[in-house]
T-cell receptor
Framework: DADVTQTPRNRITKTGKRIMLECSQTKGHDRMYWYRQDPGLGLRLIYYSFDVKDINKGEISDGYSVSRQAQAKFSLSLESAIPNQTALYFC?????????????FGPGTRLTVL | RKEVEQDPGPFNVPEGATVAFNCTYSNSASQSFFWYRQDCRKEPKLLMSVYSSGNEDGRFTAQLNRASQYISLLIRDSKLSDSATYLCVVNPSGSARQLTFGSGTQLTVLP
Protein backbone atom coordinates (compact mmCIF):
# COMPACT_ATOMS: atom_id res chain seq x y z
CA ASP A 1 0.00 0.00 0.00
CA ALA A 2 1.15 3.52 -0.81
CA ASP A 3 2.45 5.56 2.14
CA VAL A 4 0.94 8.82 0.85
CA THR A 5 -2.43 8.69 -0.86
CA GLN A 6 -4.47 11.36 -2.56
CA THR A 7 -8.13 11.43 -3.51
CA PRO A 8 -9.49 11.96 -6.04
CA ARG A 9 -6.83 11.12 -8.62
CA ASN A 10 -8.62 13.02 -11.35
CA ARG A 11 -11.33 15.66 -11.17
CA ILE A 12 -13.07 17.80 -13.73
CA THR A 13 -15.18 20.63 -12.37
CA LYS A 14 -16.72 23.91 -13.42
CA THR A 15 -15.79 27.47 -12.61
CA GLY A 16 -17.18 28.58 -9.26
CA LYS A 17 -17.51 25.13 -7.72
CA ARG A 18 -16.00 24.25 -4.36
CA ILE A 19 -13.49 21.43 -4.52
CA MET A 20 -11.67 19.50 -1.81
CA LEU A 21 -8.58 17.41 -2.41
CA GLU A 22 -7.59 15.00 0.32
CA CYS A 23 -4.28 13.58 1.40
CA SER A 24 -3.57 10.80 3.87
CA GLN A 25 -0.27 9.32 5.00
CA THR A 26 0.80 6.28 6.96
CA LYS A 27 4.46 7.29 7.27
CA GLY A 28 3.99 8.82 10.72
CA HIS A 29 5.47 12.10 9.51
CA ASP A 30 4.56 15.33 11.23
CA ARG A 31 5.00 17.70 8.29
CA MET A 32 2.71 17.87 5.29
CA TYR A 33 2.68 20.02 2.16
CA TRP A 34 0.53 20.87 -0.83
CA TYR A 35 2.10 21.77 -4.16
CA ARG A 36 0.81 22.45 -7.62
CA GLN A 37 2.72 21.67 -10.79
CA ASP A 38 2.26 23.48 -14.07
CA PRO A 39 4.21 22.80 -17.28
CA GLY A 40 7.47 24.75 -17.33
CA LEU A 41 7.00 26.13 -13.83
CA GLY A 42 8.00 23.26 -11.62
CA LEU A 43 6.37 22.56 -8.29
CA ARG A 44 5.15 25.54 -6.29
CA LEU A 45 4.25 25.39 -2.61
CA ILE A 46 0.66 26.29 -1.74
CA TYR A 47 0.44 25.55 2.00
CA TYR A 48 2.36 23.56 4.54
CA SER A 49 1.77 22.29 8.05
CA PHE A 50 4.39 21.31 10.60
CA ASP A 51 1.89 19.74 12.99
CA VAL A 52 -1.85 19.55 13.60
CA LYS A 53 -2.11 23.08 15.02
CA ASP A 54 0.25 24.69 12.56
CA ILE A 55 -0.74 26.02 9.11
CA ASN A 56 1.48 28.20 6.94
CA LYS A 57 1.02 29.89 3.60
CA GLY A 58 3.36 29.00 0.81
CA GLU A 59 4.33 30.81 -2.35
CA ILE A 60 0.88 30.73 -4.00
CA SER A 61 -1.84 30.41 -1.35
CA ASP A 62 -4.39 32.84 -2.81
CA GLY A 63 -7.60 31.05 -3.78
CA TYR A 64 -6.80 28.02 -1.62
CA SER A 65 -7.38 26.95 1.98
CA VAL A 66 -6.28 23.91 3.95
CA SER A 67 -7.27 21.88 6.96
CA ARG A 68 -5.08 19.56 9.01
CA GLN A 69 -7.68 17.27 10.54
CA ALA A 70 -5.16 14.90 12.12
CA GLN A 71 -1.47 14.22 11.89
CA ALA A 72 -2.15 11.84 9.01
CA LYS A 73 -4.61 13.98 7.05
CA PHE A 74 -4.20 17.28 5.21
CA SER A 75 -6.86 18.55 2.83
CA LEU A 76 -6.75 21.34 0.26
CA SER A 77 -9.85 23.31 -0.71
CA LEU A 78 -10.59 25.54 -3.65
CA GLU A 79 -13.52 27.64 -2.43
CA SER A 80 -14.50 28.85 -5.88
CA ALA A 81 -12.51 27.13 -8.60
CA ILE A 82 -11.25 29.11 -11.59
CA PRO A 83 -9.69 27.82 -14.84
CA ASN A 84 -6.14 28.92 -13.97
CA GLN A 85 -6.25 26.50 -11.04
CA THR A 86 -6.15 23.69 -13.58
CA ALA A 87 -2.97 21.82 -12.62
CA LEU A 88 -1.46 18.68 -11.14
CA TYR A 89 -1.62 18.83 -7.34
CA PHE A 90 0.74 16.91 -5.10
CA CYS A 91 0.69 16.29 -1.39
CA UNK A 92 4.00 15.54 0.34
CA UNK A 93 5.24 14.63 3.81
CA UNK A 94 8.48 14.91 5.72
CA UNK A 95 9.76 14.07 9.17
CA UNK A 96 11.36 16.84 11.26
CA UNK A 97 13.39 14.19 13.04
CA UNK A 98 14.90 13.07 9.76
CA UNK A 99 18.54 13.64 8.95
CA UNK A 100 17.62 15.30 5.68
CA UNK A 101 14.73 17.33 4.36
CA UNK A 102 13.52 14.57 2.08
CA UNK A 103 9.90 14.89 1.11
CA UNK A 104 7.73 11.98 0.03
CA PHE A 105 5.02 12.64 -2.49
CA GLY A 106 1.58 11.25 -3.12
CA PRO A 107 0.56 10.15 -6.62
CA GLY A 108 -1.02 13.48 -7.49
CA THR A 109 -4.49 14.78 -8.36
CA ARG A 110 -5.09 16.06 -11.86
CA LEU A 111 -7.63 18.88 -11.60
CA THR A 112 -9.32 20.49 -14.58
CA VAL A 113 -11.49 23.56 -14.09
CA LEU A 114 -13.71 24.35 -17.07
CA ARG B 1 15.84 35.49 -11.44
CA LYS B 2 14.40 32.12 -10.46
CA GLU B 3 15.64 30.66 -7.19
CA VAL B 4 16.55 27.39 -8.90
CA GLU B 5 17.28 27.27 -12.61
CA GLN B 6 17.73 24.28 -14.87
CA ASP B 7 18.13 23.75 -18.58
CA PRO B 8 14.73 22.27 -19.53
CA GLY B 9 16.19 20.16 -22.33
CA PRO B 10 15.08 17.88 -23.75
CA PHE B 11 18.25 15.84 -23.73
CA ASN B 12 18.05 12.92 -26.16
CA VAL B 13 20.94 10.51 -25.76
CA PRO B 14 21.67 6.97 -26.97
CA GLU B 15 21.82 4.07 -24.57
CA GLY B 16 25.21 3.82 -22.93
CA ALA B 17 25.95 7.52 -23.20
CA THR B 18 27.08 9.75 -20.37
CA VAL B 19 24.92 12.80 -19.75
CA ALA B 20 25.30 15.70 -17.34
CA PHE B 21 22.78 18.17 -16.01
CA ASN B 22 23.54 21.42 -14.24
CA CYS B 23 21.45 23.54 -11.95
CA THR B 24 22.10 26.96 -10.43
CA TYR B 25 20.59 28.41 -7.27
CA SER B 26 20.37 32.02 -6.19
CA ASN B 27 20.43 31.87 -2.40
CA SER B 28 24.01 31.51 -1.20
CA ALA B 29 22.76 30.54 2.27
CA SER B 30 21.04 27.40 0.96
CA GLN B 31 21.62 24.45 3.21
CA SER B 32 20.72 21.25 1.45
CA PHE B 33 20.42 20.03 -2.10
CA PHE B 34 18.78 17.14 -3.88
CA TRP B 35 18.03 15.58 -7.21
CA TYR B 36 14.53 14.18 -7.63
CA ARG B 37 13.32 12.10 -10.53
CA GLN B 38 9.84 12.44 -12.00
CA ASP B 39 8.41 10.02 -14.52
CA CYS B 40 5.70 11.26 -16.86
CA ARG B 41 2.49 12.04 -14.94
CA LYS B 42 3.93 10.53 -11.76
CA GLU B 43 5.05 11.94 -8.44
CA PRO B 44 8.61 13.16 -7.86
CA LYS B 45 10.85 10.71 -6.04
CA LEU B 46 14.17 11.35 -4.35
CA LEU B 47 17.06 10.23 -6.52
CA MET B 48 19.88 11.39 -4.29
CA SER B 49 20.97 14.03 -1.87
CA VAL B 50 23.93 16.20 -2.85
CA TYR B 51 26.76 16.61 -0.36
CA SER B 52 29.54 19.16 -0.33
CA SER B 53 32.14 16.49 -0.95
CA GLY B 54 30.22 15.06 -3.88
CA ASN B 55 28.58 11.67 -3.80
CA GLU B 56 28.03 8.71 -6.02
CA ASP B 57 25.30 6.11 -6.20
CA GLY B 58 25.98 3.50 -8.82
CA ARG B 59 25.88 5.19 -12.22
CA PHE B 60 24.84 8.53 -10.72
CA THR B 61 27.22 11.17 -9.40
CA ALA B 62 26.14 14.43 -7.83
CA GLN B 63 28.40 17.39 -7.18
CA LEU B 64 27.93 20.69 -5.38
CA ASN B 65 29.92 23.85 -6.04
CA ARG B 66 29.02 26.35 -3.33
CA ALA B 67 31.33 29.08 -4.63
CA SER B 68 29.60 29.10 -8.02
CA GLN B 69 26.22 28.07 -6.61
CA TYR B 70 25.61 25.18 -8.91
CA ILE B 71 24.77 21.51 -8.60
CA SER B 72 25.40 18.84 -11.18
CA LEU B 73 24.16 15.35 -11.89
CA LEU B 74 26.15 12.94 -14.03
CA ILE B 75 24.58 9.75 -15.37
CA ARG B 76 26.95 7.19 -16.81
CA ASP B 77 26.03 4.26 -19.07
CA SER B 78 22.50 5.57 -19.63
CA LYS B 79 19.66 3.05 -19.63
CA LEU B 80 16.27 3.31 -21.31
CA SER B 81 14.78 3.32 -17.81
CA ASP B 82 16.64 6.55 -17.01
CA SER B 83 14.22 8.44 -19.26
CA ALA B 84 12.47 10.91 -16.97
CA THR B 85 12.50 14.51 -15.83
CA TYR B 86 15.20 15.35 -13.30
CA LEU B 87 14.36 18.02 -10.75
CA CYS B 88 17.00 20.05 -8.97
CA VAL B 89 15.81 20.83 -5.44
CA VAL B 90 17.23 23.23 -2.88
CA ASN B 91 16.39 24.01 0.71
CA PRO B 92 17.07 27.75 0.82
CA SER B 93 16.48 28.29 4.49
CA GLY B 94 17.85 25.38 6.43
CA SER B 95 15.78 25.25 9.57
CA ALA B 96 12.40 25.80 7.91
CA ARG B 97 12.84 22.65 5.85
CA GLN B 98 11.01 23.94 2.83
CA LEU B 99 12.14 22.92 -0.60
CA THR B 100 12.38 24.97 -3.78
CA PHE B 101 12.10 22.97 -6.99
CA GLY B 102 13.60 23.68 -10.36
CA SER B 103 11.32 23.20 -13.34
CA GLY B 104 13.19 20.07 -14.38
CA THR B 105 15.37 18.73 -17.17
CA GLN B 106 13.82 16.17 -19.47
CA LEU B 107 15.95 13.19 -20.47
CA THR B 108 15.10 10.63 -23.13
CA VAL B 109 17.43 7.69 -23.60
CA LEU B 110 17.09 6.23 -27.08
CA PRO B 111 17.66 2.59 -28.05
Amino acid sequence: DADVTQTPRNRITKTGKRIMLECSQTKGHDRMYWYRQDPGLGLRLIYYSFDVKDINKGEISDGYSVSRQAQAKFSLSLESAIPNQTALYFCATSDHRGFTDTQYFGPGTRLTVL
Amino acid sequence: RKEVEQDPGPFNVPEGATVAFNCTYSNSASQSFFWYRQDCRKEPKLLMSVYSSGNEDGRFTAQLNRASQYISLLIRDSKLSDSATYLCVVNPSGSARQLTFGSGTQLTVLP
